[in-house]
């Protein structure tokens, strides 16, 4: 077996991605559109731990190009996996932007005092 063309990790622990969307339920469904697709030797879908972005989740990445979606909802697998994977166009809408203001810019309390 060679190297993955893309590796994808779907965060599925924490406090709040298993909550937030159901990033188990995006999981499986990004495994099975690969499955369906006869990609299984080219796009690995895996289950991540926590990515420390809680508030935004739930969060996928999608490497070797380290794009970051927010906010991942079970229906918007569809389009991850229609445009980014396999278009090789990211999905503008759901891209994860922490140093710009907008919707996807949850702000969270410091864990810590300074």
């Known amino acids: 077996m ?5 590796h994808v990790f779907v965060c599925t622990s924490g406090s709040t991605c298993p909550v937030d969307g159901d990033s188990q339920a995006v999981h ?3 495994k099975e559109l690969v499955k369906e697709a006869g990609l299984k030797t080219t796009i690995r879908i895996n289950n991540a731990g926590c990515m420390d972005q809680c ?9 070797p190009e380290n794009i970051w979606y927010c ?5 918007d697998a569809d389009a991850i996996f229609q445009e980014h994977l396999i278009g090789g166009r990211p999905v503008e809408r759901l891209i994860y932007r ?8 949850v702000p969270r309390e410091p864990k810590f005092e300074v």
């Open 2 to 6: 060679g190297t993955f063309e893309k």
């Open 28 to 30: 499986a469904r990004l």
């Open 55 to 63: 508030g935004n989740g739930p969060m996928v990445v999608v490497y």
């Open 71 to 75: 906010h991942v909802r079970v229906e």
């Open 98 to 105: 922490p140093l710009q203001p907008g919707p996807n810019k």
